[in-house]
């Protein structure tokens, strides 16, 4: 099971004049390799050469990545800063493979209940001394390889025994695949902002907040990763570059008066700072949210219902990104604890012939929209690139890391993984293309339509979705749940769209898929995170806003806790506000109070 949290909303624009943030490169010049470098290097090729079990067991492949990461975390409530965060880490991943690459110490143990025999722990992270310390840098490189380097070996042991107690393996495909060793030093990237300003933006755009004692909980945050990234490997890849990833939330949430929690949050994501928006796009957004969820706080709860529906474009992508995205990623088909909804219909239609996707992680903007699932090469040092997933509604590959599968030999550079995290294959810029598209005020016409042919009540419009999860694995149901927060009802008599809380979107990926039945021509990105196996990674999705013939929606779990007894002290202040107010409209212009 896989749970996954998204930004509901995003923009991209540029700083007004006299911006407040800056970016900068580094003194190292572009083509200059960092003083790391030589050094992984060399212990690289020290431990290749040398490192041996005493009965004679060596590594075939060895990696070492350094991540060195800075991040900066400011966040404010109400006009008042509760966090102002400025660190610097830099972590070194060790990934060390006995055996060779038909069968190494990483194949899964089946029968093991742990992880299903999955061995996810081969990256490891240790700290790295961040002055470049050519001994101490030495030191930590050699313990973390040796660690690992005892455990592949004892692992390698375990995984022949398992071999011959066990059936025949289904899918006999290689542990590791070949591929072209990637050399390639960008610039070292450096980002910065003037965190006072920004502080006092955050301050700004919270204290819009405070006029609604109704929201309980509320903040705006500026949150921004800017990551380096050294790699070599034993079969000869050497890489140095950079990413930025800086983002704006506004979160806010209630309790609405039966005790359902509300809650909302919109987002803007770029891949530098000065990509941010300006105030005024902020201000709107944020009072977006209020208005959203004090609507909800309003609105009807819904009936579980099922019946025809339209989802946005964000609410589309964020859709296939959990139904779909998931099952076709390489190693939920080779996995035996996986349900493997799609392991044998590579050549088969799984969508509807008008559907094509791509995962283009190279792909780095859309409309001009800063991609979060943009990166230049994966966590294997294979560069990142379009795998196409449908085509014409057939399946055509999955996407893959180096961990071959069922007649799919090479990675298509979507081995991905949060540092720390042994790598598997994930999403990037998941990208949903239509050939059969009409304007979005036509598909409305064709869902109104569907409502008065199926005789319901009213069709379903699921505006903004936050994320939810899906389950994969045989032990439990293959189905999946989906969390929307702006949910309309849409009726046929013409009657305006009525806001509804209290929805879950449910159900089995195959028989959803053969429900949708068009699609507009309003493509648009969700960017958010997404949590799995391997960590958290960034992604995005785009899609067109799409309509199904039938979607399933159950209550949502709802909490028994009233809101707060007592008055919020902000009301108080509001009030006494108002009240001054007034006494001042009263007093006679030039006289005394």
Known sequence: MHTKRHSSEFRSGVLIAGAILAMALSPLRA????????????????????MAASDGTKPYFIQYQVTDLETIGISASLGSITADNNTHARTLDVSVRCGDYGCDSTRQIRGNDFFGGREFSYGGMISLPLNDDPLATRHAIWLATDEKFKAAAKRLAQVKANLKVKVEEEDKADDFSREEPSVHIGPWIKQTCDRKLMAERMRKFSKRFRDHPEIYESGVSLMANVGNRLAVNSEGSKLQFGEGFWRIGIQASTIAEDGMELWQYKAF????????????EVLKAVDQVIEDIRALRKAPIVEPYTGPAILMNRA?????????????????Q???????????????????????????????RFKNIDLNGFYEFDEECVPAGPAKLVEDGILKTFLMSRSPTRGVTKSNGHGR????????ARQGN??????????????????IDLVKKQKKEYGLLFKDIS??????????????????????????DGRADELVRGVDIVGTPLTCFS??????????????????????????AISPSILVEQIEIEKKQKAQDRPPIMEAPIASEKSSEQQAKQSSDKTPEGGDQ
Do not use: W
């Open 269 to 280: 994501d770029a891949c530098a700072p000065d990509r941010l928006p300006g105030d005024d």
């Open 31 to 50: 083509a200059e390799e960092h003083p790391l470098l030589p050094i992984m290097q060399s212990e690289l090729d020290l431990s290749m050469k040398k």
């Open 515 to 540: 429900k949708i039945v068009d699609t507009a021509d309003d493509d648009d990105v969700f960017n958010g995170y997404c949590g799995a196996e391997s960590g958290m990674v960034p992604v995005a």
């Open 334 to 364: 080779k996995d035996v604890e996986e349900g493997q909804t799609f392991a044998k219909k590579i050549g088969k239609e799984v969508l509807p012939v008008f559907l094509s996707v791509v995962d283009d992680p190279s792909q780095r």
């Open 467 to 492: 994320g939810g999860f899906t389950m994969t694995q045989r032990f439990m149901p293959q189905a999946f749940k989906v969390v929307p927060i702006l949910v309309y009802k849409v009726y046929p």
């Open 316 to 332: 589309s992508g964020v859709f296939f990104h959990e139904i779909f995205g998931h099952r076709i990623e390489g190693h939920r």
């Open 417 to 424: 993984a949060q540092a720390g995290m042994g790598v598997v």
């Open 430 to 447: 998941l990208i949903v293309d239509s050939a059969k598209r009409v304007s979005y005020d036509k598909l409305r016409e064709e869902l």
